[in-house]
Antibody, heavy 121, light 109 residues
Framework: QVQLVQSGGEVKKPGASVKVSCKAS????????LSWIRQAPGGRLEWMGWISAFNGNTDYAQNLRGRVTMTTDKSTTSGYMELRSLRSDDTAVYYCARDTPFYTGVPLLDVWGQGTVVSVS | VVMTQSPLSLPVTLGQPASISCTSS???????????LNWFLQRPGQSPRRLIY???NRDPGVPDRFTGSGSGTTFTLKISRVEAEDVGVYYC?????????FGQGTRLE
C-alpha cells in the first residue's frame, strides 16, 4: 500500500543540524512531490516547504529559508529534510506528506508519514 | 493566506451533529476555477489524515457523515452524527496559494 516511513527520533543541541528521511513506497515516486510539515508541542501544523521528486524544484517557508534544505533520492525513493542552526523552538514533530510534483499542480497531502520527533535541548 | 477556525474547542455528545468553520483572509479560487481547501483530522497520538479535498470531496474510506462545503473565503465541515472515533483535532488547509497554510485547529471532544 502507499506509505511514507520516516526515520527515528533525534535529540540535538542548539546550533546543531538534523536530517530527517522519508521513505516512499507503493507508488511511482517521481510522479509526486513531498511537503514537510512540523508541529511544535501543543501547536498547530506549520508547512515548512515542498520538493518535487520529478525535477527537484523546491519552495521553502520564508521563515526557514537559509536554514532548511530538502532533497530527494530517486534511487531509494526517499526524501530528506535538513534543518541547520537548531534552536529550542525547532523542537517539534516533523512530518513528510505526499504532494504535487509541480509548483502549479494540485495540492495533495493525501498520505503522511508517521512523524519524527526532534528535540533541541 | 491566514486561515482562521472556530470554535477552537467543540464539546459534543455522541450521536449529535457538529460543525466547524474555517475562513481565509483571501479568496481561495485558483486560476483554474477550483478551490483548494482541504480538511484533516489528527487523532490523539497519530499523524494527520486528509478527510476532504477541494472543499467537498471525501477521501476514500471517509464516512458520509462528514460533509464539506463553502466558497470564496468561508468554509464548513459538518459531522451529521458524531461517533467516538471522530474525536481529535480538525484542521483546514489552503493549497491555492504558496505557502500552504493551516488553521489553528479545532479540538472535538
Amino acid at each position: 500500500q502507499v506509505q511514507l516511513v520516516q526515520s527515528g527520533g533525534e535529540v540535538k543541541k542548539p546550533g546543531a543540524s538534523v536530517k530527517v528521511s522519508c521513505k516512499a513506497s507503493g507508488y511511482t515516486f517521481i510522479n509526486y512531490g513531498l511537503s514537510w510539515i512540523r508541529q511544535a508541542p501543543g501547536g498547530r501544523l506549520e508547512w515548512m516547504g515542498w520538493i518535487s521528486a520529478f525535477n527537484g524544484n523546491t519552495d521553502y517557508a520564508q521563515n526557514l529559508r537559509g536554514r532548511v534544505t530538502m532533497t530527494t533520492d530517486k534511487s531509494t525513493t526517499s526524501g530528506y529534510m535538513e534543518l541547520r542552526s537548531l534552536r529550542s523552538d525547532d523542537t517539534a514533530v516533523y512530518y513528510c506528506a505526499r504532494d504535487t510534483p509541480f509548483y502549479t499542480g494540485v495540492p495533495l497531502l493525501d498520505v503522511w508519514g508517521q512523524g519524527t520527533v526532534v528535540s533541541v535541548s | 493566506v491566514v486561515m482562521t477556525q472556530s470554535p477552537l474547542s467543540l464539546p459534543v455528545t455522541l450521536g449529535q451533529p457538529a460543525s466547524i468553520s474555517c475562513t481565509s483572509s483571501q479568496n481561495l479560487v485558483y486560476s483554474d476555477g477550483k478551490i483548494y481547501l482541504n480538511w484533516f483530522l489528527q487523532r490523539p497520538g497519530q499523524s494527520p489524515r486528509r478527510l476532504i479535498y477541494k472543499v467537498s470531496n471525501r477521501d476514500p474510506g471517509v464516512p458520509d457523515r462528514f460533509t464539506g462545503s463553502g466558497s470564496g473565503t468561508t468554509f464548513t465541515l459538518k459531522i451529521s452524527r458524531v461517533e467516538a472515533e471522530d474525536v481529535g483535532v480538525y484542521y483546514c488547509m489552503q493549497g491555492t496559494d504558496w505557502p500552504r497554510t493551516f488553521g489553528q485547529g479545532t479540538r472535538l471532544e
